[in-house]
């Protein structure tokens, strides 16, 4: 069966300057240095995230993880009001059902915030499945990817639809095409040195020889 597999934050949600608001956030906190410009962070944006707070400068044999984790999230729900949805999801998502295809959803954030997220944007009853990770420390989305894919009876006519490198990560190991777009949290420049398949927006993405419908 078709089916169009999502990441979720920088793919269908834009919160890039969320992001970047809350790892400044961060860095004022702790690390008393010049914030990253949009641009700087999508330099450094990575999975698992641990590793990209060590980019920025967070040492983390010094600084606990999971402390510094909670307070980005606590900054990240305090700016929420600046987040939206990328134009031409919502309509996307619609066509796809219309054209006979399956919308999953499938992210590294905590299952319950997701599932809640979406039902504020309105897009939950899109979504055939939504699929997030236990906690809030961003780590792989591989495993989750996997275990959801040995239930399936047919995988053919699946894509993934990210916005990161991980993302690519994700559906190699699914043995899926992926299709990237880069206006979410990695630069393009990066994404292409990986994959020819990256577009600046979803509207785009749906040229690619990949597109299922």
């Keep these: 069966m078709k089916t169009i597999i999502y990441d979720f934050n920088g793919t269908v949600l834009d919160d890039v300057d969320v992001g970047v608001i809350a790892i400044n956030a961060m860095i004022d906190r702790y690390l008393k240095r010049d914030h990253l410009s949009k641009d700087e962070y999508r330099k450094v944006f990575g999975f698992p995230v641990i590793d990209y707070y060590r980019k920025v400068g967070f040492d983390f044999d010094e600084l606990d993880f999971k402390v510094v984790g909670q307070e980005w999230m606590d900054v990240y729900e305090a700016n929420k009001d600046k987040y939206a949805l990328y134009p031409h999801i919502h309509e996307q998502l619609q066509s796809n059902i219309e054209g006979g295809a399956r919308n999953i959803l499938l992210s590294a954030s905590r299952s319950d915030k997701l599932k809640k997220q979406c039902e504020e944007l309105g897009i939950k009853d899109l979504f055939d499945e939504i699929l997030g990770i236990e906690d809030i420390y961003a780590g792989s ?73």
């Design 141 to 213: 989305k591989v495993h989750i990817a996997k275990e959801w894919m040995k239930k399936q009876d047919d995988t053919d006519g699946m894509v993934f639809i990210g916005d990161t490198l991980h993302d690519l990560e994700v559906a190699n190991e699914l043995s899926i095409p992926c299709i990237l777009v880069a206006a979410g949290h990695q630069d393009k420049a990066i994404l292409c040195e990986y994959t020819d398949h990256v577009y600046d927006d979803l509207k785009e993405a749906e040229k690619d020889a990949y597109w299922p419908i």
